[in-house]
């Protein structure tokens, strides 16, 4: 069975920062690429920040400079360094994961997201 569980999102103010998780199973972690997206109220859901297998990053345009992804292979963990923090950047965050699992499918997969709000 396949899990993305995020966590680290909360209330925080303009200019703050925040660090999201991402804790993965059942995905063969290190073959898969990771990404973070975010879908604010009534817009469609748009990449934050991606990570490929061989740690290479791509980021949304809005974010460069701001926010830094990585990964941790060995605890099968990627994460969201979010700083300076706008109130444009309130949304709920999802983990996405794309590669192959351990049943042998190449698949996406993607958390239950966690809500980040910025507050003005």
């Known amino acids: 069975q396949v899990q993305l569980v995020e966590s680290g999102g909360g209330l925080v103010q303009a200019g703050g920062s925040l660090r999201l998780s991402c804790a993965a199973s059942?995905?063969?972690?290190?073959?898969?690429?990771m990404g973070w997206y975010r879908q604010a109220p009534g817009k469609q859901r748009e990449l934050v920040a991606i990570?490929?297998?061989?740690?290479?990053?791509n980021y949304a345009n809005s974010v460069k400079g701001r926010f830094t992804i990585s990964r941790e292979n060995a605890r099968n963990m990627v994460y969201l360094q979010m700083n300076s923090l706008k109130p444009e950047d309130t949304a709920v965050y999802s983990c996405?994961?794309?590669?192959?699992?351990?049943?042998?499918?190449?698949?996406?997969?993607w958390g239950q997201g966690t809500q980040v709000t910025v507050s003005s």
């Open positions: 990570i490929t297998s061989g740690g290479s990053t």
């Open positions: 996405n994961s794309e590669g192959r699992d351990y049943s042998g499918n190449y698949r996406s997969y």
């Open positions: 059942g995905i063969i972690f290190s073959t898969n690429n």
